[in-house]
């Protein structure tokens, strides 16, 4: 999984919506997601870079820098301690189980990222994922559903 996390990090340096970007909210990896935290330890001097908190019904952004000490927040996800980032995000990084190529994303079911998307319309959405994860059907969903404006896998790129 590291050399496909890898392939899929250096798709992401690939694009003008990372390259523009100075304010990147991404995700701690879990389970089998990809790993993005090596872009924060290569671009920590000149982006900024936020995790997600959870919280009973939403997400705040906390910033996050490399080899930063995290605690187990909700879920058992790894978060930052400290306040709470206000401004304005140019990047969000989202991880999915599933897209399609219509730029659906199928998450895990809490609406956690669809509830903070909405608050947070001006930001660019990257879905990231291994080529597996990227289907053929058209996924499921509705009017709270937000679509990425960008998938990244190791081969592909979905503008």
């Known amino acids: 999984m590291q050399q ?3 392939k899929i990090r250096q798709q992401i340096e690939q694009t003008d919506i990372f390259q523009q970007a100075q304010h990147i909210m991404l995700y701690y990896p879990i389970r089998h997601e990809v790993d993005l935290i090596k872009l924060v330890e290569q671009y920590a001097d000149t982006k900024h870079f936020y995790l997600p908190v959870v919280h009973r019904t939403s997400i705040e952004v906390k910033p996050f ?3 930063q000490e995290l605690h187990r927040g909700k879920f058992g996800i790894p978060e930052p301690q400290g306040k709470a980032y206000k401004g304005p995000i140019d990047l969000i990084i989202i991880p999915a189980v599933a897209f399609d190529h219509l730029k659906h994303r199928l998450g895990r079911g809490g609406g956690y990222y669809d509830r903070f998307l909405n608050k947070n319309n001006k930001a660019k959405k990257m ?5 597996y994860q990227l289907i053929d059907t058209t996924l499921p969903h509705n009017f709270r559903d937000k679509n990425m404006d960008i998938i990244v896998t190791e081969t592909n790129i979905i503008k």
């Open 65 to 67: 820098a490399p080899k």
């Open 4 to 6: 496909r996390s890898e």
């Open 127 to 131: 879905g990231v994922g291994y080529d």
